[in-house]
């Protein structure tokens, strides 16, 4: 199975400062079909998750543009620009290339200082 | 406007098979681009995929958890169901059901989840 790390695991931003999450997989997300296979979610306390990005730079609908994501092949990024009050919660990067397996990263905490 | 809620017994004892029913509104589980996810959480862990069913009847599931699981739908009464057999304290965990999209926009996207329900395993 496809090994999904995140880094850090835990962060703390000032309001208006920006925010990197890095993402790397045991194995190329690139499929033969030309697209790379990995999305980044966020789960606020207390609520499910939701999609934030699809194929490695694709905003979901509503997501603000201050998230953009980053990479190719095994090592990605998730940048949020000028984090606000609202992005606080648990950031995971899913690849979904090796399916049927769908394989989650162990997840990056963001805090607001 | 598209819903997910997941249903099923909130305490299971060891060995005990769980069911669990995920009753969908807003789509139809006929719709060709579009399937449904489980996805569990430890508490305080990262997400898990565990088995996900699309419209045509294809059915996936973890490989570390396939002998224990089994996905069904009722197209006509909205509803997903999935059963773990022999359970375990370790699978104390929220238990999520997901829309999951199949067709050329955001293909493998979990563009909607339900609340979620915590289920217990002890005796």
């Known amino acids: 199975d496809i090994v999904m790390t995140q880094t850090p695991l835990s962060l703390s931003v000032t309001p208006g400062q920006p925010a990197s999450i890095s993402c790397k997989s045991s194995?190329?997300?690139?499929?033969?079909?030309?697209?790379?296979?990995l999305y980044w979610y966020l789960q606020k306390p207390g609520q499910p998750p939701q999609l934030l990005i699809y194929?490695?730079?694709n905003r979901f609908s509503g997501v603000p543009d201050r998230f953009s994501g980053s990479g190719s092949g095994t090592d990605f990024t998730l940048k949020i620009s000028r984090v606000e009050a609202e992005d606080v919660g648990v950031y995971y990067c899913?690849?979904?290339?090796?399916?049927?397996?769908?394989?989650f990263g162990q997840g990056t905490k963001l805090e607001i200082k | 406007q598209v819903t997910l809620k997941e249903s099923g017994p909130v305490l299971v004892k060891p060995t005990e098979t769980l069911t669990l029913t995920c009753t969908v509104s807003?789509?139809?589980?006929?719709?060709?681009?579009?399937?449904v996810s489980w996805i569990r959480q430890p508490p305080g862990k990262a997400l898990e995929w565990l088995a996900h069913?699309?419209?045509?009847?294809?059915?996936s599931y973890s490989t570390s958890l396939k002998s224990r699981l089994t996905i069904s739908k009722d197209t006509s009464k909205s509803q997903v169901v999935l059963t773990m057999t022999n359970m375990d304290p370790v699978d104390t965990a929220t238990y999520y059901c997901?829309?999951?999209?199949?067709?050329?926009?955001?293909?493998?996207?979990?563009?909607?989840w339900g609340q979620g329900t915590l289920v217990t395993v002890s005796s």
């Open positions: 194995q190329s997300l690139l499929h033969s079909d030309g697209k790379t296979y």
């Open positions: 807003g789509f139809s589980l006929s719709n060709a681009r579009m399937g």
């Open positions: 997901a829309r999951i999209l199949g067709g050329s926009y955001c293909p493998g996207c979990f563009d909607y």
């Open positions: 899913m690849q979904s290339i090796q399916l049927p397996q769908y394989t």
């Open positions: 194929e490695v730079s």
């Open positions: 069913i699309f419209s045509n009847d294809e059915k």
